[in-house]
């Protein structure tokens, strides 16, 4: 892995070890003992080390190079594919990607952000920030699943709407305000899942949803660290700080109530292995839309009104 944190060293070395062990012991069962002590060992050492991260470093995880996307989700999750482009306004933004296919054999939409892996598709990706044209493309997917009663599956991993002058001409505030809207109103099923990061507007645009899940070391917040920081202190020296303040990991978004469920992540984090992470996944998604699956369309509106009306709820 090109990218390692300074934390998780330990833990990469231990599980690259891990990882040439397996490959041996698919041709030779005599490593198979062997692999099983390393990853009883490797387990062990990543529940000690990121046991003890600290609320900035959990944010570093969930920006991870490595760390898989919506798009890694898709290829092991949903089957029968299609992606749909194009806002049918302006143009195709490619940090939001969506589409159709089939999810434990049902039809479902789905939509998320992406990010790119290298300096080129980060910038085609525009770095996984939304134009305006990309939360209108994901509204045309939402009405579409609404037209053809179908569950809405939505990913979450964006810094925040892209902040340029030429979306603000574009009406980057209408099109979020309006995603919002559209997915309140929506008669079908819709669960979220905050893969990486979570940022402020740009992200809930994704997230009115009936069941929001998070993946171990996600964050979602208001705004990012270090612009919190930068705001407060006008130092990017006290992002670490302002990630504490804000409560923005999984532990207390799960208390205050503002996602439902944690997703655990495989040993060292998502970006260790994907194939893991996604069958992870997948156990609470399968899950969190079952739990949906009695509910007729008012009463879809109404748990999901229910739900962020108690968002902030204080009792004296």
């Known amino acids: 892995m090109a990218h390692v944190l300074a934390f998780e060293k330990p833990v990469v070395e231990l599980v690259t070890r891990v990882r040439e062990l397996r490959d041996l012991a698919k041709t030779d069962d005599r490593f198979a003992a062997e692999l099983r002590r390393l990853e009883d060992k ?6 000690e080390v990121f046991s ?3 609320p900035m470093q959990k944010v570093q995880l969930s920006r991870h190079p490595s760390r ?9 999750l949903i089957t029968d594919w299609v992606e749909l482009h194009g806002d049918r306004r302006y143009a195709d933004d490619a940090s939001v990607i969506g589409g159709l296919g089939r999810y434990h054999g049902r039809s479902v939409v789905v939509v998320g952000h992406q990010k790119g892996r290298n300096a080129k598709e ?8 939304p134009n305006p044209e990309g ?3 994901a509204i045309r997917l939402y009405e579409l699943a609404e037209r053809f009663g179908l569950p809405v599956i939505t990913f979450i991993d964006t810094p925040g709407a892209f902040p340029g002058l030429e979306a603000e001409e574009r009406g980057q505030s209408e099109a979020i305000g309006a995603s919002l809207e559209v997915m309140a109103g929506l008669g079908v099923p ?7 990061e979570g940022g402020s507007g740009g992200a809930l645009a994704l997230g009115v949803a009936n069941r929001v899940l998070v993946l ?23 992002a670490p700080e302002a990630a504490a303040r804000l409560k923005i990991t999984a532990p207390h ?30 156990r609470a998604l399968f899950d969190a839309l079952n739990s949906l699956g009695n509910m007729n369309p008012d009463q879809l509106r109404e748990d999901r009104y229910q739900r962020f009306r108690r968002l902030g709820a204080y009792v004296a």
């Open 253 to 282: 978004l799960v208390e205050l109530g503002v996602v439902d469920s944690v997703v655990d992540e495989p040993p060292g984090g998502a970006h260790q292995d994907h194939d893991h992470a996604a069958s992870l996944l997948d």
């Open 68 to 76: 898989p996307y919506t798009l890694d989700y898709v290829a092991r």
């Open 42 to 47: 490797a387990a062990k050492l990543a529940r």
């Open 122 to 129: 980060n910038v085609m990706r525009n770095f996984g920030m």
């Open 135 to 137: 939360y209108r493309k």
């Open 190 to 196: 819709i669960v979220t899942t905050v893969i990486g």
């Open 216 to 238: 171990e070391f996600s964050y979602y917040s208001v705004i990012t660290p270090e612009g919190c920081a930068a705001i407060l202190w006008n130092s990017a020296a006290m």
């Open 52 to 54: 003890k991260l600290s």
